[in-house]
């Protein structure tokens, strides 16, 4: 198969420079991302995050759909010392409170360590608090911001 990269056709043709390079491509490229497959609470599970110059994209997703999408960002407080958040739901079910909620958890801990905002694709089956707990430390165990 070619690659705009690399024409794997021509004899001189190397596997081993081939994932060397693939290694040199991914660890330089300017956006970073990771995507897990789990099983949680018997319910597959799939999350992808990308971590861009200025945003977290996440999407979180049990049944293979971008149902809720949700922006938020961190600013600094006006009269406390303590940063104020925003949670804006673009598209989808701005009623489920639970998904203004990992927005709001994603976004504390992107806040921690960086200055990005948070795009979220949210769709998942399981809102149990367990269910919660479980993304959310799977998410954590594998950020990329």
Not at 48 to 74: E, G, L
Not at 100 to 116: D, F, P, V
Request: no cysteine.
């Amino acid at each position: 198969m070619n690659s705009l990269l690399i024409d794997s056709s021509n004899p001189s043709f190397d596997a081993m420079n081939s994932e060397n390079l693939k290694i040199s491509i991914e660890k330089n490229h300017p956006v970073k991302s990771k995507v897990l497959s789990k099983k949680i609470n018997n319910v597959d599970t799939d999350i992808a995050m990308s971590s861009f110059a200025d945003a977290i994209f996440i999407t979180i997703s049990q049944n293979q759909k971008f149902n809720t999408w949700i922006r938020a960002s961190k600013s600094d407080g006006i009269l406390l010392d303590e940063p104020s958040y925003q949670i804006d739901t673009l598209l989808g079910n701005n009623q489920d409170v639970i998904f203004g909620i990992y927005a709001r958890q994603l976004i504390e801990n992107i806040g921690e360590t960086s200055n990005k905002s948070l795009m979220l694709s949210i769709s998942v089956t399981d809102k149990s608090k367990n269910t919660f707990k479980q993304i959310l430390a799977t998410i954590y165990d594998n950020k990329i911001w």
